[in-house]
């Protein structure tokens, strides 16, 4: 299974910069890394996208995904919706030059309505639909990531995959968290029987043994992949059962813990290779 680097591991490192962290990922092992948002744009104020793909096409380490489009769904005007499709057509150009095929689709959240779980599952077809005839003629693919926590308006797995088969696209799949399938309560059975051709992007991670639904069970109780209370072996042979890509997917570490903000960017990736890579040496090979 490929390891891969999510950028918002370590954005918040003192010393953090796009070309410290392809350096140290690549230095360190990674196959992949996933660009975060704010750091691509920040990189992109003095650079432009064809160095970015030079220093990619020089190196070992790849461009895996996008992390990501935020806030697509439940868009009330034409004119919020067209800002969506805008960003699309920004970024599409970009992701081309450097080679970047998956974008992670983030679901918005603190929405006004009482909207219901199908009023917002059509919206979330409507809007992937769209989304993907942009997206398709360039090969780029939508991985549609349930946040855990009940302020968005997509926060279970059951939820998206539901989203992603009436989408019924193979550019459109769903991207898992672990994080975030212990924080909204994920029955992994659901996982088990679903098409795991459909799980296209993957994120390792762990949680501190809160209870769910704690307003203070937020994204800074996230730890090392391995160092928590998710049930590893029952994530593992969910996977399994459902068909997951292990060779095509990588898996991808993503943690946004301040204590590991305090590392230098060197620090925080070497650690987080050793983590990912014992990780998937231990359940999912």
Known sequence: ????????????????????????AEKYGFDYID???????????????????????????????????L????????????????????????FDTIGLKTIAVIPSCNIEEHASVQ???????????????????HGISLALEPIGSGTFTINRF?????????V?????GVAIDLFHLYANGTDMRDVA????????NLHLNDAEDLPIGAPYFDD???????????DKKELADALRACGFDFEGVPAAIEVFRPEYYDLTVDENVKISYEKTKAFVDNYLS
């Open 35 to 69: 660009l975060r948002f704010d750091d691509l744009d920040e990189y992109l104020e003095e650079h432009t996208a064809e160095e970015l793909a030079e220093w990619f096409n020089t190196h070992h380490l790849k461009p895996s995904s996008y992390s990501g489009l």
């Open 1 to 24: 299974m490929k390891l891969c680097f999510n950028q918002g591991s370590c954005d918040k490192c003192k010393d953090h910069s796009m070309m410290a962290e392809l350096e140290a």
């Open 119 to 137: 009023e917002i599952k059509d919206d979330a077809v409507e809007m992937l639909n769209k989304m993907a005839d942009l997206c398709e003629p």
């Open 158 to 166: 059951d939820t998206a995959y539901d989203i992603v088969a009436a």
């Open 193 to 200: 029987k679903c098409n795991g051709k459909k799980i296209i």
């Open 220 to 230: 800074t109780k996230r730890l090392w992949p391995g160092d928590g209370c998710i």
């Open 71 to 94: 806030f697509f769904n439940w868009k009330r005007t034409e004119e919020e919706k067209q800002k969506v499709f805008d960003e699309l057509n920004r970024l599409i150009p970009i």
């Open 168 to 172: 019924d696209r193979d550019s459109v």
